[in-house]
């Protein structure tokens, strides 16, 4: 069965994700400490991935966000078939992106992907494509993506989730309501709880 949520149901995926070939990396400190994420702009691909990233010749294709920017010329044809979405780690800058392409709305889906969840930036992420860069399109969520996270991931403007492997979609579907009346406003919807319900006195 799919583990994939799009727009409120489960669904098969059409879509394949390009990855990076593997490079072995290095253990990094940081005062003293291993630091288990990527902090926010570091440079983790090499001119050698990106050159030798393999792209299927068909079908929809996800490609790393850094695979893009440098072959862009590659995919114009297929961006114009609607066959090409792009994928970011939450490390990296969608303002490279959006220095090679005026209009996000170019792509029928940008993700984001998840490597380990320690942190919030996916929400972050997910804020500014929705309101700075008005995507209107299809915004996944998928890697370390889990139950709890996804009524925050919807209200952060995601609308599509692939849960990880080892967890039930269902049961995930149904965290989309754990909450009725939410009291801050976010993207999916801007009015705070007190301007949205009329309260008797």
């Given at each position: ?91 990296e800058v969608i303002d ?45 969520a998928f890697g370390d ?57």
């Amino acid at each position: 069965m799919s583990n994939l949520i799009l727009n409120n149901q489960i669904v098969e995926d059409e879509w394949t994700v390009v990855q990076l070939p593997k490079v072995e990396q290095e253990v990094r400190m940081q005062a003293g400490k291993v630091v288990m994420f990527k902090l926010t702009g570091e440079n983790t691909v090499t001119a050698e991935q990106i050159t030798n990233t393999q792209v299927p010749a068909t079908g929809k294709v996800l490609i790393p966000l850094s695979v893009y920017v440098a072959r862009k010329n590659e995919f114009t044809s297929r961006l114009a078939n609607q066959e090409v979405g792009i994928w970011l780690a939450t490390h990296e800058v969608i303002d490279s992106l959006a220095a090679v392409e005026t209009d996000l709305n170019v792509f029928p889906l940008i993700a984001v992907y998840v490597e380990r969840f320690a942190d919030g930036r996916i929400f972050t992420i997910g804020n500014l494509l929705r309101t700075r860069f008005q995507f209107k399109n299809t915004m996944r969520a998928f890697g370390d993506v889990l139950r709890d996270q996804l009524f925050f991931l919807k209200r952060s403007g995601f609308n599509s989730y692939l849960i990880r492997a080892d967890r039930s979609a269902e049961e995930a579907l149904h965290s989309l309501k754990d909450f009725t009346q939410p009291y801050q406003g976010a993207v999916d919807n801007s009015q705070p709880v007190w301007r949205r319900v009329a309260r008797s006195l």
